[in-house]
């Protein structure tokens, strides 16, 4: 086990050199960390919707721009990014999650099409939802406006309606 944040660069720099050292070669890259947020956009600290780009799109970037020389060199390897269905449709109380999520869908489309020459593929995964902690484990924002309280109350029953409904992670 390695230890990585995908949030510094050193981290990532010194994890792909540890596995290189000890692998010699990196075939598949899983970008699967994230992070999510429950605030509506107007309510959201701008440091929290930073962090949450930083983790969920920069993260996967700086971690694959890690690993590319090396599947170049060996020309190819795969690489899987993890978004979301809220990469594909906007979610009401998670702005910033859907718009890190939106940017790496981009992103993978794009460099898909960059890595071909290289015989490097890159997969796009968009789970709905699963019956998961990371949802209980999301603080609220500290600054909630009254005027969307029938809103946010709405947004939180249906998410916890559909995790409730949700694909069991161990399958």
């Known amino acids: 086990m390695l230890v990585l944040d995908v949030r510094s660069d050193e981290s990532v720099h010194a994890c792909v050199a540890e596995l290189l050292q000890r692998a010699g070669r990196i075939d598949l890259l899983v970008n699967n ?8 956009a ?14 969920n799109f920069w993260g996967a970037v700086r971690v694959t721009n890690a690993v590319l020389p090396t599947m170049r060199k060996q020309r190819g390897g795969h690489i899987i990014n993890v978004s ?46 699963f019956t ?27 998410v916890q309606q559909s995790i409730a409904q949700g694909g069991d992670p161990q399958a």
Do not use: C, M, W
């Open 42 to 55: 107007e309510e959201t600290d701008p440091a929290q919707a930073r962090d949450v780009l930083e983790t």
């Open 84 to 129: 979301s269905l809220a990469g594909l449709l906007g979610t009401p109380g998670q702005a910033f999650y859907s718009a890190s999520k939106f940017a790496l869908e981009g992103y993978s489309e794009a460099l898909s099409i960059e890595l071909q020459p290289f015989n490097i593929h890159v997969s796009l995964i968009e789970p709905g939802f």
């Open 33 to 40: 960390a994230g992070q999510t947020h429950a605030s509506l």
């Open 132 to 158: 998961t902690g990371l949802h209980a484990s999301t603080a609220p924002s500290d600054r909630q406006i009254p005027d969307y309280d029938g809103l946010r109350s709405a947004i939180e029953t249906s």
